[in-house]
């Protein structure tokens, strides 16, 4: 019983962890904001659920913690405990990553993946964002019809 429980409770804990209003997403959405630009969040119907969504411009916006989702830094290091536990979910969580960018990708969205590691050098990592979501489209895909301003 005890077992089980801690199972369900850490899975509920990794989604939380993984998914919603962490730090580094708010420090993301406030810079955008700041700087004038409006997306939505959390879009359930796009694959990977990205964090950041700009429908007009086609683009996405990954944030991804260095621990879950596997950055080979410093944070991203697994624990020196039940290391195989971490690797397969550590593990997942990056398949996951790559298979939903790849999905995106193909339906004609600009896909930018972002370490909370990247956020140090503020004025680098700002400027970082800005050329990704003002790049012209490249693929095609893409119409002008939805741009703005
Ligand atoms: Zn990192």
């Known amino acids: 019983m005890a077992d089980t429980r801690t199972v369900q409770q850490r899975s509920a804990n990794m989604?939380?962890?993984?998914?919603?209003?962490?730090?580094?997403?708010?420090?993301?959405?406030?810079t955008l904001h700041r700087l004038?630009?409006?997306?939505?969040l959390?879009?359930?119907?796009?694959?990977?659920t990205p964090d950041l969504v700009f429908p007009a411009r086609k683009c996405v916006i990954f944030i991804h913690g260095c621990f879950w989702h596997g950055h080979e830094c410093a944070r991203g290091s697994l624990p020196s405990t039940n290391v195989t536990?971490?690797?397969?979910?550590?593990g997942k969580n990056k398949e996951r990553d790559t298979r939903a960018?790849?999905?995106?990708?193909?339906?004609?969205?600009?896909?930018l993946a972002v370490w909370e590691c990247e956020m140090k050098n503020k004025i680098r990592f700002q400027n970082r964002l800005v050329r990704f979501l003002d790049r012209k489209a490249g693929a095609?895909?893409?119409?002008s019809k939805g741009r703005l301003e």
């Not at 989604?15 to 406030?30: F, G, H, Q, W, Y």
């Not at 004038?36 to 939505?40: D, E, V």
């Not at 959390?42 to 990977?48: E, F, I, S, T, V």
């Not at 095609?140 to 119409?143: E, L």
Request: charge should be positive; proline fraction near 4%; avoid cysteine.
């Open 15 to 30: 989604r939380a962890v993984r998914s919603k209003n962490t730090a580094p997403e708010i420090l993301v959405r406030s």
């Open 36 to 40: 004038g630009y409006r997306f939505r």
């Open 42 to 48: 959390h879009r359930r119907d796009l694959p990977g």
């Open 85 to 90: 536990f971490w690797q397969t979910k550590i």
């Open 101 to 111: 960018q790849q999905e995106l990708k193909k339906s004609g969205w600009k896909v």
């Open 140 to 143: 095609g895909k893409v119409q």
